[in-house]
Every structure is written in C-alpha cells, then in structure tokens.
C-alpha cells in the first residue's frame, strides 16, 4: 500500500495569503496524483488530477506541482470558501488518500 | 451532469450487515463506481468498485472478505453491502465515480453520503 502523507496538518491563515501544501508519497506514484477539497458535512470535490490539471470550474488560484514522492498544492491567494480541509490522493496501485491538512482562518 | 443520490442513514448492531444504495443519473457513458468510507477523524478508504456495464468489481484488500457491490442497471442503481459489522465501521459511505472525459480516472461525481453507526 502506498501510504501519503500530508504536512502541516493545520494551516493558520488569512484571506489573501498564499497557501502551500504538501503531501509526500511512500513510494512513487508517477504522476498519478488528485487533490480534493472537503468542507463540513459534504462530499470530497476533485481540485487537481494528474498533478497539475484543474478539475472543471476550478478557479485558476488552485495549482498543482511535484512528481514521484513529492508533491504540492497551491492557493495563490486565498478567498473565504478556500477555508476547509484537503486531502491528496493517489491511483498508481489501488487508490490512497492522504491525512489531510486544515486550512483554517487565523 | 451526472448526479449520484445515496441511501438514508443506518444505525446497525455488532454483527449485522448493512446495505447502502446509490442511484445515478446523468450517465450518458458506460461507468464505474466506487465506494469510499470515512470514519470518525479518519482519513478516507476506499473500498472498491464496479463496473455498471458488466458487473465487475474490485474489493481492497482489508475488506473483501465483507463486501460486496451488486448493480441493478435497469434502475441505474448500485449497492454496497458491508457484513459482520464492527464498531470501527461506522462511517460515512460515499458512492463516487470517475468522468472519462474530463479527469480520466479520478472522482469526479461524488453521492451525498450515508452515515452507517455500528452500535450495541
């Protein structure tokens, strides 16, 4: 099993701040990498596949990068909605998904 | 747009079996769904799929001997059916599904959820 795992596990920021995001793979997973957006009481919403390509209607501050075992996600300045937790996840093998990290308001 | 419509809330004892179901719409593409568990503070497990067009499945290795997916495609409807539940099954199910057109093979669609609490 290819284990990720994501660092910080809680971000303390305000709106406007950029906001990075790591996540780390046990063993490489290529390119086959998702990040995906969580907010209370609802279902996961893909941001990110492939590591750098935005999911449809994905406003253009999410960025993705990395390859292999290291990979980052980017908010380029963040607005209200951006609050909420996000989880990396990965298809190489059988389908993983990492720990999460909290972006929440300072 | 595809949308994909779980079944209500279940509260199960030690043991029993649960059953969750999830109708889609929308589809206009043959089409996998997969099931994704998430337990209180945990990170999400995925559980497996099937393929609505022949019925294939694919269980991970920690549940297989408990699960299983069955399709109704008349009703465009899936189900997932977990037994010899266990405390640590309770969770939030969640039917989701790949767009073939657009991210190729990660989860696009996602259900609502359905809650599934195993206690005595």
């Known amino acids: 099993e290819i284990v990720l795992t994501q660092s910080p596990v809680t971000l303390s920021l305000s709106p406007g701040e950029r906001a990075t995001l790591s996540c780390r793979a046990s063993?490489?997973?290529?390119?086959?990498l998702a990040w995906y957006q969580q907010k209370p009481g609802l279902a996961p919403r893909l941001l990110i596949y492939?590591?750098?390509n935005r999911a449809t209607d994905i406003p253009a501050r999410f960025s993705g990068s990395g390859s292999g075992t290291d990979f980052t996600l980017t908010i380029s300045s963040l607005e209200p909605e951006d609050f909420a937790v996000y989880y990396c996840?990965?298809?190489?093998?059988?389908?993983?998904f990492g720990g999460g990290t909290k972006v929440e308001i300072k | 747009q595809v949308q994909l419509v779980q079944s209500g809330a279940e509260v199960k004892k030690p043991g029993a079996s649960v059953r969750v179901s999830c109708t889609a719409s929308?589809?206009?593409?043959?089409?996998?769904i997969h099931w994704v568990r998430q337990a209180p503070g945990q990170r999400l497990e995925w559980m497996g799929w099937?393929?609505?067009?022949?019925?294939?499945?694919k269980y991970s290795g920690d549940l297989q001997d408990r699960v299983t997916f069955a399709t109704d495609t008349y009703a465009n409807t899936v189900s997932m059916k977990l037994s010899s539940l266990r405390s640590e099954d309770t969770a939030v199910y969640y039917c989701?599904?790949?767009?073939?057109?657009?991210?190729?093979?990660?989860?696009?669609?996602w259900g609502q959820g359905s809650l599934v609490i195993v206690s005595s």
């Open positions: 989701t599904g790949p767009d073939p057109i657009a991210s190729g093979n990660y989860f696009d669609f």
């Open positions: 929308g589809y206009t593409f043959a089409y996998t």
């Open positions: 099937i393929n609505v067009g022949n019925g294939k499945t």
């Open positions: 063993q490489s997973v290529g390119s086959q």
């Open positions: 492939d590591v750098s």
């Open positions: 996840q990965q298809r190489s093998i059988w389908p993983t």
